[in-house]
């Protein structure tokens, strides 16, 4: 079973950045491919990036106008997702997923995902 971690949530003013990190204990890490999805609340959970095993292939949502910027690191199991310029709407809890099925062009649709962190939050004030 794979176990997620995530950290480097907070509070950060508008047109502040945060380094979101998920760890993976899984042993085949550089196998999986890898997510970050949001919830808002009230809202439906929404697909903000993804990324291949071997970080070739990246996908990202339209809205983030490229503020975002989703990488990992295989040696270290951790997947990242920098973000810049961040806006209130941005507030939300953060998720990392992972797809063990390694799928290329990895996908943008959550139930694709097999294991899911706890989420953290991140608080954007105006």
């Known amino acids: 079973q794979v176990q997620l971690v995530e950290s480097g949530g907070g509070l950060v003013q508008a047109g502040g950045s945060l380094r979101l990190s998920c760890a993976a204990s899984?042993?085949?890490?550089?196998?999986?491919?890898m997510a970050w999805f949001r919830q808002a609340p009230g809202k439906e959970r929404e697909f903000v990036s993804a990324?291949?095993?071997?970080?070739?292939?990246?996908v990202y949502a339209p809205f983030l106008r490229g503020r975002f910027t989703i990488s990992r690191d295989n040696a270290e199991n951790t997947v990242y997702l920098q973000m810049i310029s961040l806006k209130p709407e941005d507030t939300a809890v953060y998720f990392c997923?992972?797809?063990?099925?390694?799928?290329?062009?990895?996908?943008?649709?959550?139930?694709?995902?097999?294991?899911w962190g706890q989420g953290t939050q991140v608080t954007v004030s105006s």
């Open positions: 899984g042993r085949t890490f550089s196998s999986y491919a």
């Open positions: 997923a992972a797809d063990l099925r390694g799928t290329v062009g990895p996908g943008t649709l959550a139930f694709e995902y097999d294991y």
């Open positions: 990324i291949s095993g071997s970080g070739g292939s990246v």
